[in-house]
């Protein structure tokens, strides 16, 4: 079996749409997601939620215990930001997450974000692929 690495991108500003997607071109199994996210917030109570999945559209809910995860979201990171003054707040994200997720080929993976708040996060996401 070969190893791939797929990289996909995205500057996520006010809005929650689609981000970035790829299409697998072969079946295998999602073995990595590693995370890189850039993070800047101008206004206190700022937060983000990124999430790869399955689904084209954000799947972020609320429960008491706070966000939901489907079966369809793979991976999924927030940050949230909180200050009291005026200014600019950076917050940065390095996250790896192990997975044995199995793909099809023509499977289509999407980044779905969330934001409340001035904020940019420039995100780069790195999928290692057992084909």
């Known amino acids: 079996m070969a190893i ?3 990289r996909l991108y995205a500057s996520i500003t006010a809005t929650g749409a689609v981000q970035d997607s790829m299409v697998f071109q072969r079946p295998g199994k999602i073995k990595q997601v590693e995370w890189a996210v850039g993070i800047n917030s101008i206004t206190d109570n700022s ?5 790869l999945s399955r689904s084209s559209v954000y799947e972020g809910g609320t429960s ?3 966000s939901q995860i489907t079966a369809s979201t793979i991976s999924q ?3 949230w930001s909180n200050f009291v003054t005026s200014g600019l707040n950076s917050n940065p994200i390095i996250y790896a997450s192990m997975c044995n997720d199995p793909v099809s080929a023509g499977e289509k993976l999407y980044i779905n974000a969330a934001v409340s708040g001035t904020i940019q996060a420039l995100t780069e996401i790195l999928i290692t692929v057992e084909e």
């Open 77 to 79: 990171v927030t940050s």
């Open 4 to 6: 791939r690495r797929y």
């Open 64 to 66: 008491a215990a706070g």
């Open 47 to 51: 937060a983000v939620t990124i999430q």
